[in-house]
């Protein structure tokens, strides 16, 4: 049995089936993120581990032990709250000091761990100040340091970078990362933001209509996405509707791209002949040649239509028939054939049958 | 240009009140140091009325009268007020409560005349002897709305979260009462109390209906005086009583705002 | 969704130790007793007979409703009428442009205007109104000096008559007023007023067609304190109208004093109650979103109280 356990979670809201059987396991010392639009579910399975939501089925386990219908404060949870949730009447330290002194730890003691939780916040000369006078990222560091030093066996984190602007939340991020590493704590995040699910998580649960669609580490996850919701929450992608022609080997099969023609394409899934596929390839897997490229990549011809120039990188869309293909390229002196096409220009986009995923189709 | 011309006529008006609000203030207290028995004109600078005033026994009787209703009355409908505000807020959606808010809201918008003499015609039915006793009752029921909606009007701006982050960090139903909850609406319980005070002080028809011989407040003396007594002496005395509410007030409303800040904070994230 | 369970089960276990009804208790208990009950007891005891000693007798009699029929009750009725849609008139034609005036100024400093306007109620209402009778005083500088400049002939006298009781109910009530219509301002976009203007409205036709639509609700709660109120007053036309000024709520407070007569007090306090329920009722009518209405007009009055 693994240290966290979530077993067919259930909940309603009315009528609502807002998470519908949600099932995963976390490591100890894991940072595992709940990552999905809003709505999805994500925090309502969150508020059921700390607590403060009562599922409808299923269970919880947390080092062994049954949690499912423990109220919050007994459980050995902590939560770091969206909007902080600091105690605007105490000090920074009274509010770190909180926990600990609930239940019933000496006041020298407190005074002890409350110098450590401010020393790893970095936030050391904050301690007498109100809540109404630090920032915003000051008061998350606060919330963490909070929920902390209570040593909880699992810190949930509910959106926290949410409220901060975007430098500072790229700075928070960082922060967040050190904490955890210096502390050890298992994490469970529940963000909408896939970039800071990509950055922190050991591994992520990508969540749609109250369910889970997939559950792999950030790199998992975005190459080989297992829905196409997952493909196209994660990263940009193109879709392609396709039907299997034939199984050229056990790893390859011959896809009939709509409109395009037939194509060779990795098929981890097992699709048969006959069955119908969705394709998705990322558009910083294609790239655009001048010229005809040679027979061991795949390609197909088309138009210039549109330029988007992005500093790092600049994004074409290339008119192949009835597609508008989404194209990334790097701007790189060592790629062959470096020659900026412009509008109009006709060009042929090629890929490798590697960089394909197969996807149910939807129809 | 339009801007310019709808400012304009704004604060022209804004003037206006402004010296339309203050004049009579001005004057009173102006005339209050005027010599002359009966106003209108100036004769000279005097303090010989507030001379008279202090040593007047029945405004010094009416005085204590005055702060003994107000006290009373801010006691009970403090209480009554803020388990009102208590219960109407922890069961918002039940029927009851809809009611309970009704009953609450009506007597705010009751002018006092109506609310006098429907006192009185029940006081003399059971035939209860009017006195101070009839006073303090009327003065809490007026009082109790007030209370309670300021006492409400905190509840609202609560933030639940709060409670949540307790129980999250391990503490229990009392002690979420003791350490968040209490310290957090306590300035909304002492601004309803100061409000009932301030009604209560200020509070002249209801008392002139309920009222008996013995019962003579403040503001029913200041009546009678300006009925019958000489001008002057009214003059000193509402300088008085102007300056003691006006101090109460100032120092009121000075640490509401302080009190208030921090929570006011949280409820605009 | 948020935060509705855990409070939920936070205050059912309070519910546990003590029930939503015995919390209630107090304050529905007194307010039956001593507000509810009372109001009613004046419907019943307006059909009551009057004992010689000033007291209520134990019969009925229809003679009291009949007796305040008389014209000359209805023509006091009617003055009270018309005087509180004039102070009410006067007051909301003063209280906008203050309103719009300080919701345009600095964040800052507008609670500072604000309280420039609510200060004058932190002295008691007697005092205000005697305050007036100094200034209206025939004697007075106000009066020697407009009829100095020739604004009013030497016979006009400014205290006890109807003008009197207008102003200085406007004065009480000017600050009950500027409250709502302010809260309501200070909410308003005013850029809407800019694109109506961009769009070809005129400086008035934009005022009238977006800004007062917008403060509609501060309007309504305006036009609710001061309205209600000054159907009732009494205190004010007793000291500054005269004979002439006398309202509803002076016959009332005669009634039940210096002619005690409490049944015929209690039939012209049922008449009093029957016309300050029209208005409400009218208003209920044109604001579906009643509750929210009296929501902030509870607010701004609770506030009113407040800063007094």
Not at chain 3, 148 to 176: H, Q, R
Not at chain 3, 179 to 190: D, G, H, Q, R, S
């Amino acid at each position: 049995m693994d240290f966290f356990e979530l077993g067919n979670l259930q909940k309603y809201f009315g009528e609502n089936h807002v998470v519908d059987d949600a099932s995963f396991c976390v490591k100890r010392g894991e940072v595992f993120s709940l990552l999905g639009p809003s709505g999805c579910g994500k925090t309502t399975i969150l508020r059921m581990i700390g607590g403060f939501e009562e599922p409808d089925g299923g269970k919880i386990f947390l080092d062994n032990e049954e949690i499912t219908n423990l109220p919050p404060n007994k459980r050995k949870i902590n939560t770091v709250f969206q909007n902080y949730a600091l105690f605007p009447h105490m000090s920074v330290r009274d509010n770190i000091a909180f926990g600990p002194r609930t239940s019933g730890i000496k006041e020298a003691e407190v005074e002890k761990m409350v110098d450590e939780m401010l020393e790893i916040i970095r936030l050391k000369d904050l301690g007498d100040r109100m809540p109404a006078n630090i920032s915003g990222g000051q008061k998350q560091r606060i919330a963490i340091a909070r929920a902390l030093i209570n040593k909880p066996k699992l810190l949930l984190l509910d959106e926290p970078l949410a409220a901060l602007d975007l430098k500072l939340r790229q700075y928070m991020l960082l922060e967040l990362d050190r904490i955890h590493d210096e502390v050890g704590t298992t994490f469970i995040y529940v963000t909408h933001d896939q970039g800071e699910a990509m950055s922190l998580s050991d591994r992520i649960a990508v969540m749609n209509n109250g369910k889970i669609e997939q559950i792999g580490t950030p790199a998992e996850i975005y190459e080989n996405p297992k829905t196409r919701f997952v493909a196209s929450f994660i990263g940009d992608t193109n879709f392609f509707e396709g039907t299997v022609t034939e199984n050229i080997d056990r790893e390859y099969t011959k896809i009939d791209m709509v409109g395009l023609g037939e194509y060779p394409a990795y098929n981890d899934k097992k699709f048969e002949k006959g069955d119908r596929v969705t394709v998705s390839i990322r558009p910083e897997k294609f790239s655009i040649f001048m010229k005809e490229p040679g027979d061991n990549l795949n390609n197909c011809e088309g138009v210039v239509e549109d330029i988007v120039y992005q500093g790092a990188q600049t994004r074409y869309w290339v008119r192949v028939k009835d597609y508008r293909i989404n194209v990334v390229m790097q701007h790189n002196r060592c790629s062959l054939d470096f020659k900026q096409p412009t509008w109009g220009d006709k060009v042929w986009v090629a890929w490798h049958r590697d960089d394909v995923t197969l996807l149910e189709s939807p129809h | 240009m339009t801007k310019v011309n709808s400012r304009f006529t704004s604060l022209f008006v804004t003037i206006f009140v402004i010296i339309f609000m203050y004049l009579p203030i001005v004057m009173l207290v102006t005339m209050s140091f005027n010599a002359s028995r009966y106003g209108g004109k100036w004769t000279g600078f005097s303090l010989k009325w507030y001379e008279t005033l202090f040593r007047d026994h029945s405004v010094i009787n009416a005085t204590m009268n005055t702060l003994f209703v107000a006290l009373m009355a801010t006691i009970f409908s403090t209480i009554i007020g803020t388990l009102a505000a208590w219960v109407l807020n922890a069961y918002k959606n039940s029927n009851v409560q809809r009611l309970h808010y009704g009953l609450i809201y009506a007597p705010l918008v009751v002018p006092d005349v109506l609310m006098g003499i429907s006192l009185l015609l029940m006081f003399v039915s059971l035939k209860v002897d009017l006195g101070l006793t009839t006073v303090i009752l009327a003065h809490i029921t007026f009082c109790v709305s007030y209370v309670a909606f300021t006492v409400l009007a905190r509840l609202q701006d609560f933030d639940f979260a709060l409670i949540q982050a307790a129980q999250d960090l391990g503490a229990g139903s009392f002690r979420i009462f003791i350490k968040i909850i209490l310290p957090l609406l306590l300035p909304g319980i002492i601004a309803g109390a100061m409000m009932a005070f301030t009604l209560s002080m200020d509070d002249f028809v209801v008392t002139f209906f309920v009222g008996g011989p013995g019962s003579t407040t403040l503001p029913v003396k200041v009546y009678s005086m300006m009925k019958h007594g000489p001008p002057a002496i009214i003059n000193a005395l509402s300088v008085v009583f102007m300056a003691v509410t006006f101090t109460v007030a100032i120092i009121g409303n000075v640490l509401l705002r302080k009190k208030s800040s921090p929570s006011r904070a949280v409820a605009q994230h | 969704m948020d935060s509705r369970s855990v409070i939920g089960r936070f205050f059912s276990k309070i519910k546990h130790g003590v029930p939503e009804w015995a919390l209630s208790a107090p304050s529905v208990v007194w307010l039956l007793l001593f507000f509810l009950i009372p109001s009613l007891l004046v419907f019943a005891i307006a059909f009551r007979t009057a004992d010689p000693s000033g007291g209520i007798d134990d019969g009925w009699t229809l003679e009291t409703i009949k007796n305040v029929l008389r014209p000359e009750y209805v023509w006091v009725l009617w003055r009270t009428v018309w005087v509180s849609v004039a102070v009410t008139v006067i007051c909301l034609l003063l209280s906008i442009p203050v309103g719009y005036w300080i919701s345009r100024q600095n964040p800052k400093y507008r609670y500072w205007y604000l309280l420039i306007f609510i200060m004058p109620l932190w002295t008691n209402f007697l005092i205000r109104i005697f305050a007036w009778r100094i200034l209206l005083n025939p004697e007075g500088f106000l009066r020697r000096a407009l009829i100095a400049m020739g604004i009013i002939p030497s016979d006009v006298f400014l205290l006890n008559n109807i003008g009197a009781v207008i102003i200085v109910t406007v004065y009480t009530c000017l600050p009950f007023a500027i409250l709502p219509i302010y809260a309501a301002a200070e909410k308003f976009n005013y850029s809407l007023l800019e694109a109506a203007q961009d769009l070809g409205a005129s400086r008035f036709k934009a005022f009238y067609s977006i800004f007062l639509p917008g403060i509609r609700r501060g309007i309504i709660t305006a036009i609710l304190v001061v309205l209600i109120p000054s159907m009732g007053s009494y205190a004010i036309p007793d000291l500054v109208g005269g004979v002439n000024g006398e309202m509803l709520g002076n016959k009332i407070a005669i009634r039940a004093s210096a002619y005690r007569n409490l049944p015929e007090a209690a039939a012209l306090a049922a008449m009093l109650s029957i016309i300050i329920t029209i208005p409400i009722i009218v208003l209920w009518l044109r604001q579906r979103r009643v509750a929210k209405t009296t929501g902030s007009a509870l607010k701004s009055h609770v506030e009113g109280g407040l800063v007094k």
